[in-house]
């Protein structure tokens, strides 16, 4: 199975600062990549697929790039309602993985 | 619009067995397929499998297979997941979230809010 890796585990932020989160895989995926964002109590959220395709309704502020193994998740201007949990999953080679997770919290 | 309703939530013994089920509306469910993830307290998310909404055709993870069958009605576009042998490591809470088919992939573009099973003597 491909293995998905998060950095960093957790970071804290303010709001309106650029929040970048870097998803590396075990091997190469090409652009089958997706992000989700999770609240507490809540299911995942689709935010960016294809590795930088934004989903239907997800705030511009919000950006995917990467391609082959290495892959970020930007958040131009963090908001309130943006401090979540955020996964990454491969989606290149069955079976699916997410990456572990990265909490970003209120500074 | 989309939704994804699941079942409600369930405390079984170990050993037992549980059906959770996935019904869908705002789309057409032939068109879709269901993925299952699931999340133990305080973890990350792990994929469980894929049925095709299409066909019925499953695809497992090879850790949950023998335990896990993923089903479908496409009379009422309700997925079925059924996991035997319950130990208590799979207390958690099981995702259902359309994915494949039109979607080209595996992504989970609509998720349903979740339910809880409680493995516990």
């Known amino acids: 199975d491909i293995q998905m890796t998060q950095s960093p585990s957790s970071v804290s932020a303010s709001v309106g600062d650029r929040v970048t989160i870097t998803c590396r895989a075990s091997q190469g995926i090409s652009s089958w990549l997706a992000w989700y964002q999770q609240k507490p109590g809540k299911a995942p959220k689709l935010l960016i697929y294809?590795?930088?395709s934004l989903q239907s309704g997800v705030p511009s502020r919000f950006s995917g790039s990467g391609s082959g193994t290495d892959f970020t998740l930007t958040i131009s201007s963090l908001q309130p309602e943006d401090f979540a949990t955020y996964y990454c999953?491969?989606?290149?080679?069955?079976?699916?993985?997410f990456g572990q997770g990265t909490k970003v919290e209120i500074k | 619009q989309v939704h994804l309703v699941q079942s409600g939530g369930e405390v079984k013994k170990p050993g037992a067995s549980v059906r959770v089920s996935c019904k869908a509306s705002?789309?057409?469910?032939?068109?879709?397929?269901i993925s299952w993830v699931r999340q133990a307290p305080g973890q990350g998310l792990e994929w469980m499998g894929w049925?095709?909404?299409?066909?019925?055709?499953?695809n497992y993870v090879q850790q949950f297979q023998g335990r896990v069958t993923m089903t479908t009605d496409t009379s009422t576009s309700t997925a079925y997941m059924e996991l035997r042998s319950l130990r208590s490591d799979d207390t958690a809470v099981y995702y259902c979230?359309?994915?494949?088919?039109?979607?080209?992939?595996?992504?989970?573009?609509?998720w349903g809010l979740g339910t809880l099973l409680t493995v516990s003597s």
């Open positions: 705002g789309y057409t469910f032939t068109s879709y397929g």
């Open positions: 999953q491969q989606v290149d080679s069955f079976p699916p993985t």
């Open positions: 049925v095709s909404g299409f066909n019925g055709n499953p």
């Open positions: 294809d590795a930088s």
């Open positions: 979230a359309r994915s494949g088919e039109l979607l080209g992939a595996y992504y989970c573009d609509y």
